[in-house]
């Protein structure tokens, strides 16, 4: 049985969860551009929903603060057994907590490679009782899964163009951005705009019976 360790520690092993207030429960973010793959490479076409990326230097992202949050996250990943033993344990303390469970993976940043998607998928595992969603651009490293996506796990997909949705069976669960012009494209909508960009009462995102989910460019 793995020893409880105290918040400080986990802390230390794993750095901080978010806690976005558009969003219910917590968040686990890492350094935008330079450190995703894909995305760092989309975010230099115009066409891209990257070009745009929310958390490239914008908004509350821009604060040096959350810069380093995010940056101490990345290094934690050095240990990868380490983090994911502390990550199971912060994020059940930290859900049960404030009574919500429901957790986002990378408000900023995206999966560092095939050893990090397998630890999530062990996170998922060890916490049943929580239902993760995890939007991602690494195209290759879902499409390379030989494992079992546990339930409580929506791996979304997301195009890599803005104004594109993908065809329907493509990926189990995708996402798109759509500006105002495109937004009959959408056949499930994002309704945080129309709501204090909020999700309020929304749990789409997290929903595996929900193939495809459009946002609004914002």
Not at 37 to 53: D, R
Request: include cysteine; charged fraction near 20%.
């Amino acid at each position: 049985m793995t020893e409880l360790m105290s918040k400080k520690v986990l802390i230390a092993n794993c750095g901080t969860l978010g806690n976005p207030s558009k969003m219910p429960g917590f968040s686990y973010g890492l350094p935008a551009r330079i450190n995703c793959n894909i995305g760092g490479k989309l975010a230099l076409n115009k066409l891209s929903t990257c070009f745009y990326c929310y958390a490239d230097n914008r908004n509350n992202y821009a604060y040096p603060s959350v810069k380093k949050s995010q940056t101490n996250r990345l290094s934690k990943l050095d240990n990868l057994p380490l983090w994911t033993v502390s990550m199971i344990q912060l994020i059940n303390r930290e859900c049960k907590r404030i009574n919500e469970f429901y957790f986002r993976w990378f408000d900023s940043g995206d999966i560092q490679g095939m050893s990090h998607l397998l630890a999530i998928i062990e996170i998922a595992n060890k916490l049943p009782n929580v239902k993760f969603w995890l939007p991602t651009k690494e195209y290759n490293l879902v499409a390379n899964l030989d494992i079992e996506v546990p339930d409580n796990l929506v791996i979304r997909v997301s195009h890599p163009m803005l104004n594109l949705v993908f065809k329907p069976g493509k990926y189990s669960n995708t996402s798109s951005v759509l500006n105002a012009d495109n937004m009959h494209k959408a056949a499930n909508l994002c309704p945080a705009p129309k709501q204090g960009n909020s999700c309020l009462e929304c749990r789409k995102c997290w929903n595996k019976s929900i193939d495809d989910i459009s946002y609004k460019l914002h």
